[in-house]
């Protein structure tokens, strides 16, 4: 005989007219710049002990409605659902930096019969970090000569449009002339004003470069003639000029001939009260 009232103590079998309970707990555990984390509790296929068969997990930078559902992006990978009542986890990935999401999750049994409610939740995605640089070579040109190795090359690099400094070192070239950015300088991709200088040049300044790992940057030419170092050619550096004359000396062998004479004065009259940048 049956008995009325009795509790089925054994699985029961799946039906399509129960859908899965609804789950209403879905949280937000971390958000990341492109991922977020979520849990929820398992629910059953029919309200008792067997799992549900898939989730549908759906995503949308608006708030939405159960009416928009079926338009809304179904995010792929989610788990088989297990015991009703586990602590599901799961992330979500490939998600745009700085972007606020909704996102919300029902069960499906296995009949394709969905849950009929669900907790909405929101977030937004972390910013996009900083990107620091990496292998960043730099080439400077100096008026009337092909840098050798061993020069002294000062750089410079200041948050374009700013006077603030992002990184400055000072290094010395390589065989090709070139300068690499030392490691030590932790620099990030962006936009930087780069200002290089050495000894008996003016300096100049490259505005608005985009510097990326890898970048093998042109610096402008630096002119020639500013023996004294205050970015300024005149009579300062003609006085230095004229106490070496007939000389070796290097400083003032602008031409580097081994005699200080009219070619290296020629230098300097032809970049007369030129200025640098800084
Ligand atoms: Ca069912
Ligand atoms: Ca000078
Ligand atoms: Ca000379």
Same mark, same amino acid.
């Given at each position: 005989?049956?008995?009325? !009232?009795?509790?089925?103590?054994?699985?029961?079998?799946?039906?399509?007219?129960?859908?899965?309970?609804?789950?209403?707990?879905? &949280?937000?555990?971390?958000?990341?710049?492109?991922?977020?984390?979520?849990?929820?509790?398992?629910?059953?296929?029919?309200?008792?002990?067997?799992?549900?068969?898939?989730?549908?997990?759906?995503?949308?930078?608006?708030?939405?409605?159960?009416?928009?559902?079926?338009?809304?992006?179904?995010?792929?990978?989610?788990?088989?659902?297990?015991?009703?009542?586990?602590?599901?986890?799961?992330?979500? /990935?490939?998600?745009?930096?700085? /972007?606020?999401?909704?996102?919300?999750?029902?069960?499906?049994?296995?009949?394709?019969?969905?849950?009929?409610?669900?907790?909405?939740?929101?977030? &937004?995605?972390?910013?996009?970090?900083? &990107?620091?640089?990496?292998?960043?070579?730099?080439?400077?040109?100096?008026?009337?000569?092909?840098?050798?190795?061993?020069?002294?090359?000062?750089?410079?690099?200041?948050?374009?449009?700013?006077? /603030?400094?992002?990184?400055? @070192?000072? !290094?010395?070239?390589?065989?090709?002339?070139?300068?690499?950015?030392?490691?030590?300088?932790?620099?990030?991709?962006?936009?930087?004003?780069?200002?290089?200088?050495?000894? !008996?040049?003016?300096?100049?300044?490259?505005?608005?470069?985009?510097?990326?790992?890898?970048?093998?940057?042109?610096?402008?030419?630096?002119?020639?003639?500013?023996?004294?170092?205050?970015?300024?050619?005149?009579?300062?550096?003609?006085?230095?000029?004229?106490?070496?004359? @007939?000389?070796?000396?290097?400083?003032?062998?602008?031409?580097?001939?081994?005699?200080?004479?009219?070619?290296?004065?020629? @230098?300097?009259?032809?970049?007369? @009260?030129?200025?640098?940048?800084?």
């Amino acid at each position: 005989m049956s008995g009325a !009232g009795l509790v089925p103590r054994f699985a029961r079998a799946d039906g399509a007219a129960i859908p899965p309970a609804n789950i209403v707990d879905l &949280t937000v555990v971390n958000v990341g710049s492109s991922s977020v984390q979520l849990t929820w509790s398992a629910v059953g296929a029919d309200g008792y002990v067997e799992p549900a068969t898939a989730y549908d997990m759906r995503i949308a930078q608006y708030n939405f409605t159960m009416g928009a559902w079926s338009s809304l992006t179904r995010v792929t990978g989610t788990p088989t659902p297990g015991q009703p009542g586990i602590q599901e986890s799961f992330a979500v /990935t490939g998600l745009n930096p700085g /972007t606020m999401y909704y996102i919300a999750v029902r069960g499906v049994d296995s009949f394709g019969t969905i849950s009929v409610a669900y907790n909405m939740v929101s977030f &937004t995605t972390a910013s996009a970090g900083p &990107t620091p640089v990496s292998n960043v070579i730099f080439s400077p040109q100096l008026e009337g000569m092909q840098i050798p190795a061993g020069k002294s090359i000062s750089v410079v690099l200041y948050n374009a449009g700013t006077a /603030t400094a992002a990184a400055s @070192f000072t !290094g010395t070239t390589d065989t090709s002339g070139r300068v690499a950015l030392p490691q030590t300088a932790s620099l990030n991709a962006g936009l930087y004003d780069i200002l290089v200088s050495t000894q !008996g040049y003016l300096k100049k300044k490259l505005f608005e470069y985009n510097v990326s790992s890898n970048a093998i940057i042109e610096l402008p030419t630096l002119p020639v003639g500013d023996i004294n170092n205050d970015n300024i050619i005149n009579s300062l550096d003609w006085s230095v000029m004229s106490g070496k004359w @007939f000389s070796n000396d290097a400083t003032t062998d602008i031409n580097k001939d081994g005699i200080v004479n009219s070619i290296d004065w020629s @230098f300097l009259s032809k970049n007369w @009260f030129m200025t640098g940048d800084n």
